[in-house]
């Protein structure tokens, strides 16, 4: 029985040490992650302000259009692209503070 409480210990400090090596490589591979996505940020945000902008001009010119046809419900039409479009700048911009850039 002794003996078996010795191995017992003895298995639980190896694998006690074995953790740590492994907690060792998990911490450089977070580190590594972080940089990698650090650079992926700005093409993203900028990703995202240009889909942004495409969306306020495609929204901009559909509103004009109904607009000057006499559609008289275009707020619905207004506040749904205009929120599309803010929406994406915000996150562009949650994105960035996110990360700390």
Known sequence: MVFKA????????????????????????????????????APVTNITLVIGGIVGIVGAIRVYSKWNSGDQDINKELMGWGGSCVFLVVSALVIKAFFGL
């Open 6 to 41: 010795k191995k017992v210990w003895a298995a639980v400090i190896l694998l006690a040490l074995h953790a740590q090596a492994f907690a060792q490589n998990g911490v450089n591979g977070l580190n590594t992650a972080t940089t990698t996505l650090k650079t992926y940020v």
